[in-house]
């Protein structure tokens, strides 16, 4: 079935520095979206895009929806304390109408004050 | 502004028990889906379904029985409770071409 390939799988890193995380899939996304986890709830939304190219800002997030459109990235910039959890990409596959959506493996966020 | 609501959060079965467990939205979103989340392994698709009365299979739909009758409910349903099921499960909805809304999770242990 697909799959998507999230890396890295987890990072540890500065207060202040900037965070870049990517998935990449063997075929063709309509969509990517993007999500965080934090302990105990369930994943929360950041980022969703729909057009191959397209970059979209959310605060210090930003995402990108790779040009083959099958490839994403998400970027933090300045990265504070409570950037800490689990960041998941997600997408959905060209031709399944809109609505099934696979995950990535996540990637963990550290971050030392 | 409830959202998605799931209910238990956390529940113990014994072996070959069965049990259900429910997703509630208030949002009229149209799809609705479960999935179970396991360490290291991100979140993977049980069911889903696209409105009441339709269903499909996801990824790992062995031993999980769905059913949509209303637009508001989606209930899962262990049918002989595995050890191989302890997870967390979350269910999930969104209109068409929007982004899921997650519940908080059921922690579900199998003894």
């Known amino acids: 079935g697909q799959q998507l390939n999230q890396s890295p799988q987890s990072m540890f890193i500065q207060e202040g520095e900037d965070v870049s995380m990517n998935c990449t899939s063997s075929?063709?996304?309509?969509?990517w979206l993007w999500y965080k986890q934090e302990p105990g709830e369930g994943p929360v939304l950041l980022i969703a895009l729909y057009k191959a190219g397209e970059l979209t800002s959310n605060g210090r997030l930003t995402a990108q929806f790779g040009i083959t459109r099958k490839d994403s990235f998400l970027n933090i910039s300045a990265s504070i304390p409570s950037d800490v959890g689990i960041y998941f990409c997600?997408?959905?596959?060209?031709?399944?109408?809109?609505?099934?959506?696979?995950f990535g493996a996540g990637t963990r966020l550290f971050v030392k004050a | 502004n409830a959202g998605v609501t799931q209910t238990p959060k956390f529940q113990v079965l014994k072996t070959g028990q069965s049990m259900t467990l429910q997703c509630a939205q208030d949002m009229n979103h149209e799809y609705m889906s479960w999935y179970r989340q396991d360490p290291g392994m991100g979140l993977r698709l049980i069911h889903y379904s696209v409105g009441a009365g339709i269903t499909d299979q996801g990824e790992v739909p062995n031993g999980y029985n769905v059913s949509r009758s209303t637009t508001e409910d989606f209930p899962l349903r262990l049918l002989s409770a595995a050890p191989s099921q302890t997870s967390v499960y979350f269910c999930?909805?969104?209109?068409?071409?929007?982004?899921?809304?997650f519940g908080q999770g059921t922690r579900l242990t199998v003894v």
């Open positions: 997600a997408g959905r596959p060209s031709g399944t109408g809109g609505f099934k959506t696979i």
């Open positions: 075929s063709i996304f309509n969509t």
């Open positions: 999930a909805s969104s209109q068409q071409g929007g982004g899921a809304f």
